[in-house]
């Protein structure tokens, strides 16, 4: 079993939609949760970390469910800018590894 | 700043070619990495430097060296690859193992 899934998409979203990304990872002993956005041949860019209590960004907020073992991340009123790539990143307690989901395509159309 | 800067931004270079990569950051951070990234795939984990030592070594050919020289620098040496190495190649620093990581701009690598 992969240690984070993520729904590759892709989604397509009008201007001004509210879209859910959501990831699973499956060790109970991860600590550390971010998203990272990542656009067409450059680098991945932190865009948040993700807090037990939850947190916000301006349009973004990132949800943690320890429970559930998921974190999802939800952009309200899509920009044209905001189509990238999204990738969710988990850190284990053991081993410091970083895990990276598969990312999510996200185009946001006019 | 949270810069991680890379050299150089694109390489060419044939089966039996050395070449290296250069990865600088002057955040003080303590942990650098190296991945590769081919396309529409997330990036994969290839080295770990923690306090300038080799912390993971993903099980990575050993025709992919890794050095740090200090704790602003990390080098990946290339020798005898082969065309499927062809890749983007990303540098990555955090403050510690367990905090978020800020990329390089990455290096475009082609083997031909």
């Known amino acids: 079993r992969k240690e984070v899934e993520q729904d590759p998409g892709p989604f397509n979203v009008p201007e001004g939609a509210t879209v859910a990304f959501n990831c699973t990872y499956s060790?109970?002993?991860?600590?550390?949760f971010f998203w990272y956005r990542q656009d067409c041949r450059k680098e991945p860019k932190l865009l948040m970390s993700?807090?037990?209590s939850g947190n916000e960004d301006g349009r973004f907020t990132a949800q943690l469910n320890r429970a559930s073992q998921y974190i999802s991340l939800l952009i309200r009123d899509s920009k044209l800018s905001d189509s990238a790539t999204y990738l969710c990143?988990?850190?284990?307690?053991?081993?410091?590894?970083?895990?990276f989901g598969t990312g999510t395509s996200l185009t946001v159309i006019p | 700043d949270t810069e991680v800067t890379q050299t150089p931004k694109h390489l060419v270079m044939g089966m039996t070619n050395k070449k290296s990569l250069k990865c600088e950051q002057h955040?003080?951070?303590?942990?650098m990495y190296w991945y590769k990234q081919k396309a529409k795939k997330p990036p994969e984990l290839m080295f770990v430097?923690?306090?300038?030592?080799?912390?993971i070594n993903e099980s990575v050919p050993s025709r992919f060296s890794p050095e740090c020289p200090n704790s602003s620098l990390l080098n990946l040496h290339l020798h005898a690859l082969q065309p499927e190495d062809s890749a983007l190649y990303l540098c990555?620093?955090?403050?510690?193992?367990?905090?978020?990581?800020?990329f390089g701009p990455g290096t475009r690598l082609t083997v031909t």
């Open positions: 993700v807090y037990s």
């Open positions: 990555a620093s955090s403050q510690d193992l367990a905090y978020e990581q800020y």
């Open positions: 430097y923690s306090y300038e030592k080799l912390s």
């Open positions: 955040m003080g951070h303590r942990a």
């Open positions: 060790n109970s002993a991860s600590q550390s």
């Open positions: 990143v988990v850190k284990t307690n053991t081993g410091n590894q970083f895990y």
